[in-house]
Every structure is written in structure tokens, then in C-alpha cells.
Nanobody, 117 residues
């Protein structure tokens, strides 16, 4: 099993920047696809960004393209999400996830980001 623990969420103001972290532990898989998802109040969980380890193959949701950046420190087994120019609509619980095969099989417990106007 893979354990994922997110951190870094907090209350910020619109326009601020914030960086989320996700530390992986337990069983490791080569070149996993890692990603970030979020679930806003009263909304479905949605994809935010993903990356294939050790590559520059990145994907972003249209709503965060140009504002958010996903990155990874393999030595620290940590995935990051740099969020810039935050908007009120970015308020959500942010989850880190890892793919196994074709499924997003492993999830963290989430970290809450609240953006005030």
C-alpha cells in the first residue's frame, strides 16, 4: 500500500500564493502518475493537475492552467502544488492521489484551502 499525506492548506486572501505538499510512504512503484484533485463546498471532486514521475508530462485543468504548477521531489518522495493568484472559487479540500494501472488507487486525507475575498 501507498500512504499519502497532504499538508499546507490554510486560509488565504484572493490573489495570494500557497504551496501544498504531499509526502508518499509505504510501497513504491516505478514512474507513478501522481496528481492533485479538489472538492469544493457542494461540488463534485474534480481533477486539478497530474504528472508522470521523472518526466515533464504535465496536465492541468483549464481552470488552473497558468496559475498552478505541479512538481515533484523524488528524493523526498514529495509532490507539490504551487498555487498562484488564488481565487475564491479555488476554495476546496485538496487531495493528492497516485495511479496504479489505470485507476487513481491511492488517496490522501486532504488538506483544506480557503480563499477569502
Amino acid at each position: 500500500q501507498v500512504q499519502l499525506v497532504e499538508s499546507g492548506g490554510k486560509l488565504v486572501q484572493a490573489g495570494d500564493s500557497l504551496r501544498l505538499s504531499c509526502v508518499a510512504s509505504g510501497r513504491t512503484y516505478s514512474n507513478p502518475i501522481m496528481g492533485w484533485f479538489r472538492q469544493g463546498p457542494g461540488k463534485e471532486r474534480e481533477f486539478v493537475a497530474s504528472m508522470l514521475a521523472n518526466t515533464n508530462h504535465l496536465k492541468y485543468a483549464d481552470s488552473v492552467q497558468g496559475r498552478f504548477a505541479i512538481s515533484r521531489d523524488n528524493a523526498k518522495k514529495t509532490l507539490y502544488l504551487q498555487m498562484n493568484r488564488l481565487k475564491v472559487e479555488d476554495t476546496a479540500v485538496y487531495y493528492c492521489a497516485q495511479k496504479y494501472g489505470s485507476e487513481w488507487a491511492f488517496w490522501g486525507q486532504g488538506t483544506t484551502v480557503t480563499v477569502s475575498s
